[in-house]
């Protein structure tokens, strides 16, 4: 490697991981990521690559019982609204469409500012 490195003029470096305490957050994401995969793929395996969309999707917007919040709530400060949600309008939907322009800025404005609220909360939970 080093014959060749010096050959193509590459550099290199050895880094160590910044935070390892979240190494164990990450295996457990890919844990859980990659047993929801085996759920959504053919019995042939061989569209894993084009199901990661649709697992991400189910990933982000599942529920987690640590943080009592799901992961694009926790990113956003607002849960996810599902394509069937904008064909056959939810309460939510209904509740969000009626609000002037106006007031759905200020609405949203305070959703931000309690974000931080939430973020602090989950993590508390996760500890």
């Known amino acids: 490697m080093n014959k060749l490195g010096e050959k193509f003029h590459f550099k290199q470096y050895n880094s160590s991981m910044y935070y390892t305490a979240a190494n164990g957050l ?12 085996k759920k959504i793929v053919d019995k042939s395996k061989r569209d894993w690559h084009l199901r990661i969309r649709e697992a991400l999707w189910a990933y982000r917007t599942t529920f987690r019982t640590p943080t009592q919040a799901t992961p694009y709530a926790l990113v956003y400060g607002v849960e996810a609204i599902l394509p069937l949600e904008c064909q056959i309008p ?19 404005l305070e959703e931000l500012e309690a974000l931080d609220e939430k973020r ?8």
């Open 26 to 37: 990450a295996e457990a994401f890919n844990k859980t990521f990659c047993n929801l995969l």
């Open 120 to 127: 602090l909360e989950a993590q508390q939970r996760i500890e």
């Open 90 to 108: 939810s309460l939510r939907i209904a509740i969000q469409e009626r609000l002037s322009e106006e007031n759905n800025v200020r609405f949203r």
